[in-house]
């Protein structure tokens, strides 16, 4: 079975620039989870989907992230303008209905210049 | 104050040594309790996942919840060169969101 894959693996892009992340979990698992780790930090939740819908946003930082699951399959996160401070690498989870384990993927590292 | 204490370390011991990593953390409602291990430049891989209190072992490998306590234990028996990575802990209350903590860098040398 596949684990958690994410794409790109890591993407260096220009302040005021829009970069999109894109995950997708392990088939069949219907809870699907963005964190981010900055520099000298410990890993911070972003958002959680359950099937196309969001379940909690609370750890979004502000309205410049953007995060999607059509079809409740693949999830997209996108960053409008990208900010200095948006640097970091951003982890993708998933795990299935009722389950409280989460499986990671290799994570984006996105570096913003 | 952060909801989960955990010592980045860096943590080095000789080869077959018992390793003990361990978390604290503030909240009580605090249910399931997982310890990932995360290789250099690579994804967080669940390694033990606990509900509650008490003891479970796999392999090598033994975790422990205090919840009157608040503190998570990982234990890793005739530690291995292989096992050198960064060991953080996480929780959750009810699914959702996990906290993590800061995650300890062990190193075992041969």
């Known amino acids: 079975e596949a684990g958690v894959t994410q794409f790109p693996s890591h993407s260096v892009i220009e302040k005021g620039q829009t970069v999109t992340l894109r995950c997708d979990p392990i088939?069949?698992?219907?809870?699907l989870y963005w964190y981010r780790r900055v520099m000298g930090k410990e890993i911070k939740f972003l958002l959680h989907f359950v099937k196309e819908s969001k379940q909690d946003e609370s750890g979004m930082p502000n309205n410049r992230f953007l995060a999607e699951r059509t079809g409740g399959t693949y999830s997209t996160l996108k960053v409008q303008p990208a900010e200095l401070e948006d640097s970091g690498v951003y982890f993708c989870?998933?795990?299935?209905?009722?389950?409280?384990?989460?499986?990671f993927g290799p994570g984006t590292r996105l570096t913003v210049t | 104050q952060k909801e989960v204490e955990q010592d980045p370390g860096p943590l080095s011991v000789p080869e077959g040594a018992i390793v003990s990593l361990n978390c604290t953390y503030s909240n009580s409602a605090f249910q399931y309790f997982m310890w990932y291990r995360q290789y250099s430049r690579k994804g967080p891989e669940l390694l033990m996942y606990t509900y509650s209190s008490g003891n479970k072992e796999d392999g090598r490998f033994t975790a422990q919840v205090d919840k009157s306590s608040k503190y998570i234990s990982l234990f890793i028996r005739d530690s291995q060169p292989s096992d050198s990575a960064t060991y953080l802990c996480a929780m959750t209350r009810r699914g959702g969101k996990l906290i993590f903590g800061q995650g300890t860098e062990l190193s075992v040398k041969p």
């Open positions: 989870a998933s795990s299935p209905r009722d389950h409280y384990e989460q499986y």
């Open positions: 088939s069949g698992h219907d809870n």
